[in-house]
């Protein structure tokens, strides 16, 4: 079985058909400075990523279980900061509102600056429109909120274990096991952990880092997961008294996918079949140091492919004709080295528009 067959075929899984409505959008928008609404999302967001295109600002994220304000910044290290209507001012039915209020970095500008480089993109995930859970599956108490038709789970919980090595575990309420994980305390100076099965390998590794990552190893960022938790192995996931959030995925028909693949191969013929045409895509290259990609169908494909890096703060970057999505996955025409270098092998996060 080649390495490129190996995820869609989830490790002989059957997997549960994806949502019949919304659960994740990319919009586009442009900053005025002064508060604003974005409409036409399609549903109302609890996990928002956005990131100026032209310019340096950092990168922000929301969800609803923390509340409008406070904010995480992808790649950094730092606990989140922000309070009630700085920046994110809501999170409303079809969409959300963004405001302009100072806090750090001149911060209207990671999401409402006007002028030059004043536009924007925010990805967008549903879970349970804000409504939570208390969740006692682990040994660590959690409050939940899930989306079970896609496949997602926002867990936030408090430490108490801590260290390498650490026995314990906080409930996601899937029902199914998490093949994609990223995490961060919410509270402390931490690094971001990512965690990604493909369904027979998984890997571990640090969204603000470009080391290599580390492949089928215990007792590294994320212990594994299972059906009801995940494992609690480092001190980064689970230091006393701090506090985390997770936010997990397992695959969906038609929806989701996870896994791996081989790099070096381009063209149409050698199209990395996932059986649906994705919208959104991470990727990261795991066997050397290398950057995390992000590439989605609305700010670009085929010959107008545009990517963004989660791992800095860089403008967004053309790159003509990286990727090019098909019914059933998405192939390259390079062979740059962070998606598609000869030898590489490559993990990746894919999302679909269901509208």
């Not at 399609?42 to 990131?51: E, N, P, Q, V």
């Not at 750090?104 to 536009?119: E, P, W």
């Not at 494992?231 to 936010?247: A, I, K, P």
């Not at 390259?332 to 598609?340: I, L, Q, V």
């Amino acid at each position: 079985m080649s390495l490129n067959k190996r995820l869609i075929e989830t490790g002989g899984d059957t997997l549960p058909p994806g949502p019949s409505s919304d659960a994740f959008t990319v919009k586009l928008y442009v900053g005025t400075r002064t508060a604003q609404s974005i409409t036409g999302v399609g549903f109302k967001s609890d996990l928002i990523w956005i990131k100026q295109r032209g310019g340096t600002n950092p990168h922000g994220l929301w969800d609803s279980t923390r509340g409008a304000g406070p904010y995480l910044t992808p790649p950094s290290t730092d606990a989140q900061t922000g309070n009630s209507g700085d920046l994110m001012g809501s999170f409303d039915t079809d969409g959300f509102q963004v405001n302009s209020n100072y806090l750090q970095y001149t911060a209207h500008d990671n999401t409402n600056k006007n002028g030059a480089n004043s536009d924007y993109v925010a990805w967008c995930w549903r879970a349970n429109e804000g409504t939570t859970s208390s969740n006692t599956d682990g040994s660590v108490t959690s409050t939940i909120q899930v989306m079970a038709d896609a496949g997602f789970s926002i867990i936030k919980y408090v430490g108490d274990n801590g260290g390498i090595g650490g026995t314990g575990t906080v409930g996601h309420g899937l029902g199914y096991t998490p093949r994609f994980i990223i995490g961060k305390s919410s509270s402390a100076t931490n690094s971001w952990i990512v965690y990604l099965n493909d369904g027979t390998d998984y890997w571990h590794g640090y969204l603000g880092g470009t080391s290599a990552l580390t492949k089928n190893a215990s007792n590294t960022q994320v212990g594994t997961p299972n059906e009801t938790t995940i494992g609690l192995s480092h001190v980064g996931t689970n230091q006393s008294g701090v506090d985390y959030m997770y936010y997990a995925w397992t695959p969906r028909s038609g929806y989701s996918s996870f896994g791996s693949y081989s790099g070096g191969s381009t063209g149409s013929s050698n199209e990395i079949t996932i059986g649906f045409q994705p919208d959104w895509i991470l990727i990261r290259r795991t066997d050397v140091g290398d950057d995390w990609t992000i590439i989605d169908s609305v700010r670009g494909d085929g010959a107008s492919s545009k990517r963004l890096i989660a791992n800095t703060n860089e403008a967004e970057k053309s790159a003509t004709s990286i990727w090019f999505p098909t019914s059933t996955g998405f192939y390259f025409s390079g062979t740059g080295d962070s998606y598609n270098k000869s030898g590489g092998t490559y993990i990746y996060a894919a999302f679909k528009i269901v509208s």
